[in-house]
């Protein structure tokens, strides 16, 4: 039988696909109703971080840990050396690294969205004349990210309140913009992901009640 916390970590392994499925999924009905959104900076990146949570938070660490077990076969072949098994510090040192990097490119990224909003779906022109119709006085470049099928607002003031004032003048008109429905291959990758992670799970979940009744 294998032991209850291999098992659980083979369980996690396969559900950390769950997360980037629900949010392919909100993306692309969003896309699906041809109606612009508009997400501050800060609050698009936290739903980015939470689509990403699994792969950083579950399947760095595992990726990791593949690291080790192929030393281990390689000691295994070749005989146990100490230029190959560095021992516990090594590991420490290396989770500790990993940890940092990933708070250090967050971090990075959330100070580089302070000041922006991101529209999508959404056309430039219709952005502009958006703006117009709202009266927003403060100097603003709109940028169009044709990769992402989205428009990024560039607020000149970075003052979080004045940018809070202008995007809750745009919201009302943007709701009224009709565009044409794209990305649709958004939907069905976000369906056909969870259901990869759900069947997986539920396939992990099976095998530890077999083993466990063993």
Not at 114 to 126: H, K, Q, T
Not at 153 to 175: C, F, M, R, V, Y
């Amino acid at each position: 039988m294998l032991p209850l916390p291999k098992l659980l970590l083979m369980i996690l392994w396969t559900v950390y696909l769950m997360p980037l499925a629900f949010y392919l999924v909100n993306i692309g009905q969003q896309y699906q109703l041809g109606r612009p959104k508009l997400l501050s900076g800060h609050a698009d990146l936290a739903r980015l971080f939470g689509a990403l949570s699994g792969l950083v938070l579950i399947g760095g660490p595992r990726l990791l840990s593949q690291l080790h077990q192929k030393w281990i076969l390689l000691e295994l072949s070749e005989g146990p050396t100490h230029s190959w098994y560095l021992g516990r510090p090594f590991w420490v040192f290396l989770f500790s690294l990993y940890a940092l990097i990933v708070l250090a490119v967050s971090g990075w990224l959330w100070r580089k969205r302070s000041g922006v909003s991101i529209v999508f779906p959404a056309d430039r022109e219709l952005i502009l004349e958006a703006t117009r119709n709202a009266e927003i006085s403060d100097p603003l470049e709109i940028v169009e990210d044709k990769a992402a099928g989205c428009v990024e607002i560039h607020w000149a003031k970075t003052n979080s309140n004045l940018q809070a004032l202008g995007e809750k003048k745009l919201a009302p008109l943007l709701d009224q913009i009709q565009l044409n429905p794209g990305w649709f291959w958004m939907f069905p990758v976000g369906l056909g992901l969870g259901l990869l992670g759900f069947l997986a799970t539920i396939n992990m979940g099976s095998a530890f009640w077999v083993f466990r009744g063993q």
